[in-house]
C-alpha cells in the first residue's frame, strides 16, 4: 500500500573543484514497503532543476534503481562496487553515462527510513563528478 511521506533529500557533488555544490530540500511522495523492497516516487522541482520530472527509487537487497521519466528520462542501477552504464535522455539531446556506486547504505520499514549513496558518475569514460546521495523517508505527521 502506498502511503504518504515527506521525502528530505541531501546531496553533494563533487567535480574535482575545491568546492562542493550542494541540495538541500524536502518534498511531498509516495512511499511503498514489503518488508524487503522499498519504493520512493516524487516529483523533481526547481531546486534541483528537473521540473516537469517524475523520479522513483527502488531499493531491492542487491541493487538501487533510479528512475525518470518526463523532461529528463533515465534509468540508473546502483550496484555497490559496480559499474553501470545508461541513457540521459534530455530535450538538448541523449548522452551514455555510467555510475560506480561506491557504497549503498539503506535501513527501511513500514514507516519509512534512509537510502544513502556515494557514487562517481562518468560521460564516455572521464569523471564527471563524486557524489554522496541521502535520501530520508518519512510519513506525513510523523
Keep these: 500500500m502506498m502511503k504518504d511521506v515527506v521525502i528530505s533529500l541531501h546531496s ?12 538541500d530540500f524536502s518534498t511531498d511522495g509516495m512511499y511503498t514497503y514489503d518488508g524487503e523492497n522499498a519504493c520512493i516516487t516524487y516529483l523533481e522541482s ?3 532543476g528537473l521540473t ?16 525518470r521519466d518526463g523532461f529528463i528520462t533515465s534509468r540508473m542501477f546502483f550496484m555497490e562496487g559496480e559499474k553501470t552504464s545508461f541513457l540521459y535522455d534530455t530535450p538538448a539531446g ?3 553515462m555510467s555510475v560506480r ?13 534512509t537510502l ?3 557514487y562517481v558518475l562518468d560521460l564516455e569514460h572521464a ?8 535520501l530520508d523517508i518519512r510519513q506525513i505527521g510523523q
Design 116 to 118: 544513502e549513496l556515494d
Design 94 to 96: 541523449s548522452a551514455t
Design 52 to 67: 516537469g520530472t517524475r523520479t522513483s527509487v527502488i531499493v531491492t537487497p542487491d541493487k538501487v534503481a533510479v528512475e
Design 101 to 113: 556506486a561506491r557504497s549503498i547504505k539503506k535501513e527501511f520499514n513500514e514507516d519509512g527510513g
Design 12 to 23: 553533494t557533488q563533487n567535480t574535482g573543484t575545491d568546492e562542493e555544490d550542494t541540495i
Design 46 to 48: 526547481e531546486v534541483t
Design 127 to 134: 569523471v564527471v563528478s563524486r557524489n554522496k546521495l541521502r
